[in-house]
C-alpha cells in the first residue's frame, strides 16, 4: 500500500477477499463492492488489488474506468441516477434533475463538498413504464414527481437512512395487460428436470434438443437463433462447458426481464440447469445490469432454494452431473449485452465484445464452449420441456412460432409488459395499450426499426420486424429528430471505444443530430450522414456500432418533412472541413509539466 494512504475503517478489505474466490473472475464483484461502501475505488485498494490477486494496475484502473457505476473519485454517500432515456424525458425527467440539484446543492455529475450527494443521469434504468425513474445506491427510485423530488432531497439532507424511507418510494411493480402462453403457464420447481431425466441423462439430452427442433424455438435476445442448434454445436463441443444467462436487458425501453425475474426466477434458473444437463456444463452464470442489482437478494434465495431441494449442485436433480450458478453483476454498460462482451465481464474484464468467430459455442467463457441465452428464452425452454413442442407451436407463426413479451411504453394509456403471439400487427398491440394519435412506433429499441403510421399493419415477427421486447410509442406530439438525437448521443456514449468506425461515427452522428436540431446544417450534412451510417454498418465491430446510425436514418426516410425543414443551404451551414482549415497555423504551446 502506497505510504500515507491508509485504509478507512469502513471497508475490511480482508474480510471482502476472503468472501470470494481470488482471481480476475472476482475483480468486478469486488469493485462494485468497494464502490458501495467507499462510494468509489480509491489507490490504496486498486494497490492491494494488484498485490495480492497479482493483477496489473492499469487493468484494474481500465476496468474501473469502463463501468459506469465505478469511479476513481468519490461520489455522494447518496449516490442518485436518474434515467435519462427518452421516454423519462417524455414526463419530465429533466426538470426532475434541475430541482434535485437546486435542493441538494450540487450540479450533475459533481460530489457535494461534504461528500453527502451526488446527482448523475444515466441511460434507462428499464423501468420505463412507471417513470420517470432513477435508482439512489442501487435501489430503484419509481413514479417520480417534484413532491417526490422534494422528499428525496429532504431525507438526503437530513442523512435519513435509506431503510427509513418510505416503502412505496422503492415499490417496483409489473403490470401485465395480457397474458397468452408462456405468462399463464407457471411450472414448479423441478417439474422441467424430472420431465428431461424421466428415461435419463443420455436419452434426456437427446430428447431435449428434439423438442427444441421440433417447437421451433428462437432465442429471444433479438437475434432469433435457433436455440437447438447453439446448444447441439456446445454439446458436440469437447471439454467442459459453461451456461450464461443475459439478464443485462440494456436496450432502452426494454423491461420485460425485470418481471420473470421478479416473479419467475425458478423457471429462469430452470431453464439454465436444462441446458447445462443437455450440454454437460458444470458451471453457469446469471449476468444481472447493474440496474437490477436490487433483485439479487431474491435471486441468491431462489438459487439457495434450489440448492436445498437437490435442483442444483454435486447431482444434480440425481442425475449424476453437477451444476451450480453464480450471480454476477454488472456496472452499468450497454455494451455488456452483447454475448461476447458480457463474457469478457463475467471474466472480469472491460466488456469488449470479442471477434467472431469463435463463437462462444465453441470458445466462451475462459475458452470453454458456452451456451448463452437470454431470460425469456430459458423460461420458455423450461415450460417447452413441461409441455412440448406442439403446445409452444399452438402459437405464432410457422416462422415465428409461440409468444413474445413485450415491454410497451410511451405515449401509451396502458404502458407495461404484454404477452402477444408472434405475428400479432404492430396495430393490435397499440389497441391494446391504448395508444392514440400514433406517429412512430420504435420496435426493438433504437437498434431496431422504427416505423411510421403508415406501417402499423405489419408484423411483430421474426419475417417482419424482429424485437428483443422493446415497444416504444410516440404520439404527434413528438418531435422525432429530437428522439432520435437523444438516442444517438445514447449510442454515443455507451461506445466502448475499441473500433475506430465506431468511436469516431458515434460521435459524428451526434454532432450532426445536434447541429441539424440546431438548424446549423445542410443538405450535404445529411449526405454525410447517411455515408457514415452506411460505413459504420459494414465496418463497426459489433451490433451496436452497426446499428447506431438506425434512429437517424429512420426518421430522414420516414419523416423527411421534420428533418426538411430544419435545414440551411450548404453555404450558410456549419461547415467541418472549414473549420478544421482556418485553425490557427500555429497552435499556443503546451503548458510545461510542474
Known amino acids: 500500500m ?13 474480510a471482502l477477499l476472503a ?4 482471481g480476475p473472475g472476482s475483480l468486478l464483484q469486488v469493485l462494485r463492492d468497494v464502490q458501495a461502501r467507499l462510494h468509489h475505488v480509491p489507490e490504496w485498494v486498486v494497490d492491494a488489488l494488484a498485490r495480492r490477486w497479482r493483477l496489473g494496475h492499469a487493468a484494474i484502473r481500465s476496468v474501473v474506468s469502463f463501468y459506469h457505476f465505478l469511479s476513481a473519485t468519490p461520489r455522494g454517500r447518496y449516490t442518485v441516477y436518474l434515467s435519462d432515456s427518452p ?18 446543492g450540487v450540479t450533475p455529475e459533481q460530489t457535494r463538498a461534504d461528500g453527502l450527494a451526488s446527482v448523475h443521469r444515466t441511460a434507462c434504468t ?64 423441478g417439474t422441467a428436470l424430472q420431465r428431461m431425466l424421466v428415461n435419463g441423462l443420455e436419452a434426456g439430452r437427446a430428447d431435449m434438443i428434439a423438442t427444441l427442433r421440433d417447437a421451433g424455438l428462437r432465442g429471444r435476445g433479438g437475434a432469433g437463433f435457433a436455440t437447438w442448434q447453439k446448444w447441439l454445436a456446445c454439446q458436440q463441443a469437447p471439454g467442459p462447458k459453461a451456461i450464461t444467462c443475459n439478464a443485462d436487458e440494456g436496450e432502452p425501453g426494454t423491461f420485460k426481464d425485470r418481471l420473470l425475474l ?36 431474491h435471486l441468491m ?34 455494451v455488456c449485452g452483447e454475448e461476447t462482451a458480457l463474457i469478457e465481464s463475467v471474466e472480469g474484464k472491460r466488456g469488449i465484445p470479442r471477434t467472431r468467430p469463435p463463437f462462444p459455442v465453441d470458445r466462451g467463457y475462459l475458452g470453454l464452449p458456452t451456451v448463452n441465452n437470454n431470460v425469456e428464452t430459458f423460461v420458455q425452454v423450461a415450460q417447452i420441456a413441461v409441455h412440448g413442442a406442439a403446445w409452444f407451436r399452438a402459437h405464432g407463426t410457422a416462422a415465428s412460432p409461440g409468444t413474445r413479451l413485450l415491454s410497451v411504453a410511451g405515449d401509451v394509456a396502458r404502458p407495461g409488459l404484454y404477452e402477444v403471439p408472434w405475428g400479432i400487427t404492430v396495430a393490435e398491440v397499440l389497441a391494446d395499450a391504448g395508444a392514440t394519435e400514433v406517429q412512430a412506433v420504435l420496435v426493438g429499441g433504437p437498434s431496431g426499426k422504427l416505423i411510421d403510421a403508415s406501417q402499423l399493419g405489419r408484423q411483430i ?47 459524428q ?35 451496436l456500432g452497426q446499428t447506431a446510425a438506425h434512429p437517424l436514418l429512420d426518421v430522414i426516410t420516414h419523416f423527411p418533412e421534420q428533418v426538411r425543414r430544419r435545414l440551411v443551404p450548404d453555404a450558410q451551414a456549419f461547415d467541418v472541413n472549414a473549420a478544421l482549415v482556418h485553425l490557427p497555423a500555429t497552435l499556443p504551446p503546451a503548458a510545461s509539466p510542474p
Not at 132 to 146: Q, Y
Open 2 to 14: 502506497p505510504p500515507n494512504i491508509a485504509p478507512p475503517p469502513l471497508l475490511d478489505l480482508d
Open 19 to 22: 468472501s470470494r474466490p481470488a
Open 87 to 104: 421516454t423519462d424525458r417524455m414526463q419530465g425527467s429533466e426538470a426532475l434533475l434541475v430541482r434535485l440539484c437546486e435542493q441538494l
Open 126 to 189: 428499464g423501468m420505463c413504464d412507471q417513470g420517470p425513474a432513477g435508482l439512489v445506491n442501487d435501489r430503484p427510485l419509481v413514479r417520480l414527481t417534484p413532491r417526490r423530488i422534494d422528499e428525496i432531497a429532504h431525507l438526503i439532507r437530513t442523512a435519513t437512512p435509506l431503510e427509513a424511507w418510505p416503502p412505496d418510494f422503492f415499490e417496483v411493480d409489473n403490470p401485465v395487460w395480457r397474458h397468452q402462453q408462456t405468462l399463464s403457464h407457471p411450472i414448479a420447481p
Open 262 to 297: 421478479m416473479d419467475w426466477a425458478h423457471e429462469v434458473v430452470e431453464g439454465m440447469t436444462l441446458a447445462a444437463l443437455t450440454v454437460g456444463a458444470d458451471q453457469g452464470f446469471l449476468y444481472l445490469r447493474g440496474e437490477y442489482a436490487f433483485m439479487a437478494p
Open 301 to 334: 434465495q431462489v438459487l439457495a432454494e434450489r440448492r436445498s431441494a437437490g435442483w442444483l449442485g454435486p447431482n444434480v436433480a440425481g442425475s449424476g452431473q453437477a451444476f451450480d450458478i453464480a450471480p454476477h453483476l454488472g456496472a452499468g454498460a450497454y
Open 461 to 507: 415477427a421474426f419475417e417482419d420486424l424482429p424485437t428483443g421486447g422493446a415497444f416504444t410509442v410516440f404520439d404527434r406530439r413528438r418531435d422525432m429528430l429530437d428522439i432520435a438525437r437523444q438516442y444517438t448521443h445514447f449510442f454515443a456514449h455507451e461506445s466502448c471505444g475499441f473500433c475506430t468506425p465506431c468511436r469516431v461515427g458515434c460521435v
Open 509 to 543: 452522428l451526434a454532432d450532426t443530430a445536434d447541429r441539424l436540431l440546431a438548424g446549423h446544417a445542410g443538405p450535404r450534412d445529411i449526405a454525410r450522414l447517411q455515408d457514415t451510417g452506411a460505413l459504420m454498418q459494414r465496418l463497426s465491430h459489433c451490433g
